[in-house]
């Protein structure tokens, strides 16, 4: 009913209560995290952004929150300082490994017509890409499917769709079953950042970690064929009854609409001998 509070009173945001952003089927994969420690309130230090070529504009009239006075192209405003700049020594940047990720997918598929259930979340045994009815697919193909330059991927991030495809012949029960995966965004990457707040010496501060990765949303989609008997037995049916249906409609066309219809006529209906004495 009310915001959240720490065992000292301070309030919690929802970003500092709610640290995973995810969802159901999907799955934020870290490539590059921006660590700034030690931040501070209490301070001024470059906006990076609100930029500047002179000190007048950096003049916003409020002292409190932004000093008019421009450093090395920044306004200095008041915020957590040191702020985070990938450029200077007081945040550190380090790359994590995605070639050596592997992602084991787990799909569910619900066919309505059949009244029947496929899963694969009973397998206890990875099947690795490319091998046959494969599980497990390593990140960096899952980038090359997308048609995505690593590099660019490592450094801004990405959104990928996985789309898990079962298609099954439920006459015999046997499924094959690949992953697809699609390009959402990658001009405006994927990032997320997360805070640890904590008092050192009576003073509030917070390490950010700011993380560039591949945020994956994996989806699940089924084909399956059976064969049905009525099935059959109503195509036939309907097949004979649309057949007969052509061929009344083609007479009608060729009899009274065509330019030749007289010779169609004439080849069409053979004139017999009139028996009728009257």
Request: proline share 3%.
């Amino acid at each position: 009913m009310n915001n959240q509070k720490s065992d000292l009173g301070v309030t919690w945001d929802t970003y500092d209560r709610i640290t995973n952003p995810g969802e159901q089927g999907a799955v934020f994969i870290p490539t590059r995290i921006l660590i700034t420690k030690a931040q501070t309130q209490d301070q001024y230090c470059e906006s990076l952004v609100h930029t500047c070529t002179k000190a007048e504009e950096c003049d916003i009239d409020n002292e409190m929150l932004q000093k008019s006075e421009c450093v090395n192209g920044h306004c200095m405003r008041r915020q957590w300082c040191p702020a985070e700049n990938p450029d200077a020594p007081t945040t550190e940047t380090q790359y994590l490994e995605f070639n050596n990720v592997e992602l084991w997918f787990s799909t569910y598929v619900h066919y309505h017509k059949f009244q029947l259930d496929v899963a694969t979340t009973d397998e206890r045994k990875e099947i690795l890409y490319p091998m046959k009815r494969a599980n497990t697919y390593p990140l960096h193909d899952l980038i090359r499917m997308s048609n995505l330059d690593p590099e660019e991927v490592v450094e801004n991030g990405a959104v990928l769709i996985a789309n898990a495809l079962l298609d099954c012949d439920l006459d015999t029960g046997e499924c094959s079953s690949k992953v697809e995966t699609v390009n959402v965004d990658t001009k405006s990457g994927f990032n997320y950042a997360y805070n640890h707040v904590y008092f050192e010496d009576g003073v509030r501060k917070r390490d950010e970690l700011r993380m560039y990765g591949i945020r994956l949303l994996a989806f699940a989609t089924g084909f399956g064929s059976k064969t049905s008997f009525p099935m059959i037995v109503l195509q036939t049916s309907s097949g004979i009854a649309l057949m007969m249906v052509a061929q009344s409609v083609a007479d009608f066309v060729l009899m009274t609409v065509i330019a030749e219809r007289k010779h169609y006529t004439d080849q069409k209906v053979l004139q017999t001998e009139d028996f009728n004495e009257d």
